[in-house]
């Protein structure tokens, strides 16, 4: 068995520091989304379903785009469509699939949080950066996400007027 390749003291350093500001994100997030009466995960969901195509897309694809395994996805949309935010039903192309649909009152929490939402990001991220800054972690990102597997993961094309389109 090999030595593993330990980190270096800068490379720790960056390794933490990655960690409190994703940590950092996620709180202030965390408590935006509560103040509006929804979760993350909720809002990770409506958000590509308010940008889709008549507000709709089918399940594996949206799980796919989210990076959640079949279990997780199923669990949150249930969740979801006994809350009223989203509904399901048969893929009309293909007996084993399945869509869910942004409903109107899932359309009204995310319009209703993403205001909140933008100005947390833009407080505790974007605001803090200078533009040589943003395509420095913009790459980067990019190439941590193709190295994990996520680099053909397409976002939903807009359907136009989503309450989350800008962010």
Known sequence: MTE?????PQERRTWRAYLRMQRAVEVA???????AGISRPEYEVLVPLSEAEERTLRVRDLARW????RSRIAHQLRR??????????DCPEDARGTMVRLTDQG???VAAAAPGHV??????????IDPDEMAQL???AERVAAAAGYADLPYPESGGGSAGQRL
């Open 80 to 89: 979801m469509e006994q809350r009223g935010l989203i509904t399901r039903s």
């Open 29 to 35: 997030a965390d408590r935006q989304f509560g103040a």
């Open 4 to 8: 593993p390749r330990w980190l270096n």
């Open 119 to 128: 100005e947390i990001i833009r407080r505790v991220l974007i605001d803090l």
């Open 138 to 140: 913009t790459a980067i």
């Open 66 to 69: 989210l990076g959640w395994d």
């Open 107 to 109: 359309y009204e929490a």
